[in-house]
């Protein structure tokens, strides 16, 4: 197992309850970080067991680094460390910089606990983000509801870790139900469809049976039907799954998995002739991937996405992440949906610290978030609001395409126009 210490943090972006007080915050993560190292002296408090010392507070994230997702979990990995390393550069948060132990867990749910229980105790931090095995969640949920290390920000959502609500985890991704209400509901209404009939193509796993339970929830309510196909996470062969998905003749395929489970399906189905309009879950949402397709199996393939691409509009938020990422030498990484989703998590997780002030615990944080809050990202996201009954995380979304003329993503609509499909 590998562990990544990173000194970084994030940056004077915000942490408000409503967007139209954002600049007060802003200004609050600004002041936290340029008068923070004068005001620590003899005032701030060390809670070792919690993760926090006079000069730094460690934050642990669980990814695969190394394993068959570690092209989107390493990214991910990549946005969050970038945010922290902006904060950190002016100066940490209220005198401390964040120090982030990313525990590689090679997408294994044995090495996954022993990650977690290291992050715990061993190498104590303050919290705990990412979690990218929906297996590992499912069993670690019992030990996690029931133990004193938050989880704030989650990859993957699963209803083991999720439900019911507990203040001791908080969705960070896009949610599956929401991906496949709005992505199910745009092609219903986009290609006029009476009856539906759709393919789910998915890896085996925990999460990849519950996104096609929630996608065959949506197609059902619409009078139509859906079939699960499932592939191994690391298939280097989908023939037999494009052979039945033919016998299927489906409206559309929505795709769950990895990077390689949509460029293969993809591939394909565009060497078996066929150009059956498909929609990936948002982690599948990178230039790398449309890349590998082609432009001609790529011209029929679109993900749905609750975040917005890097460099893709103008917005405030996105604006901010694109000029960080130019100066580090991100350029590319940006436009990558995994890295704005770290980004934004890093977001969360800071603008908690601040409010923590000069003797924060993991107690305290618990005390905080399960109150209620409000990430605004300033576009690069719908706002997200969590509630002491609510901890759901992002739920508006919209569908993004790639232009390879211009090689770039492109929207269809707004974040407003899909609203109607996660009500």
Not at 6 to 17: A, C
Not at 334 to 359: P, R
Request: aromatic letters at 10%; a positive charge.
């Amino acid at each position: 197992m590998t562990t990544y210490a990173i000194s970084q943090q994030p940056s004077p972006t915000t942490r408000l309850t409503m967007r139209q007080r954002a600049p007060v915050l802003a200004a609050k993560l600004v002041m936290a970080a340029a008068a923070g190292l004068l005001a620590l002296g003899s005032h701030a408090q060390e809670s070792p067991q919690d993760g926090v010392y006079k000069d730094r507070i460690d934050w642990g994230l669980l990814m695969d680094l190394s394993g068959p997702t570690s092209a989107s979990q390493g990214v991910w990995v990549n946005g969050f460390q970038d945010y922290m390393r902006k904060i950190n550069e002016a100066g940490g948060i209220n005198g401390r910089k964040i120090n982030v132990l990313a525990e590689d867990n090679r997408f294994n749910a044995a090495t996954d606990k022993i990650a977690f229980e290291k992050l715990v105790g061993q190498t104590p931090v303050i919290a705990i983000s990412g979690m990218g095995s929906s297996g590992s969640q499912v069993g670690l949920a019992p030990t996690i509801k029931a133990g004193k290390v938050p989880i704030v920000g989650t990859y993957t959502a699963t209803k083991a870790l999720s439900e019911p609500v507990t203040p001791m985890v908080y969705n960070g991704f896009c949610g599956y139900q929401q991906m496949a209400q709005a992505g199910v509901g745009y092609y219903v209404d986009n290609l006029k469809l009476k009856a539906p009939k759709v393919v789910t193509v998915a890896i085996e796993s925990a999460g990849g049976k519950e996104y096609h339970d929630y996608v065959a929830e949506a197609v059902a309510k619409l009078g139509g039907t859906a079939t699960h196909i499932t592939m191994k996470v690391t298939a280097v062969d989908v023939t037999p799954q494009v052979l039945e998905i033919m016998a299927q003749k489906p409206d559309f395929i929505t795709i769950y998995g990895v990077s390689n489970t949509a460029i293969l399906t993809m591939k394909a189905l565009q060497q078996y002739g066929l150009k059956t309009p498909a929609f990936g879950i948002t982690y599948l949402g990178a230039p790398a991937i449309f890349s590998a397709m082609g432009e001609q199996a790529g011209a029929n393939y679109n993900f749905i996405s609750c975040f917005t691409p890097g460099g893709s509009d103008q917005s405030a938020g996105n604006r901010e992440l694109s000029a960080y990422a130019d100066k580090i030498g991100r350029s590319a990484m940006k436009e990558d949906i995994n890295y704005v989703s770290g980004w934004i998590t890093g977001q969360m997780a800071a603008e908690a610290l601040v409010k923590l002030g000069n003797a924060p615990t993991r107690a305290k944080l618990v005390d905080l978030l399960s109150k209620g809050f409000t990430v605004d990202s300033k576009g690069l996201a719908a706002p997200i609001v969590y509630t002491p009954t609510n901890n759901t995380g992002p739920v508006v979304f919209k569908l993004f395409g790639y232009d390879y003329a211009a090689k770039k993503f492109k929207a269809y609509g707004d974040f407003a126009d899909y609203a109607k499909y996660t009500r």
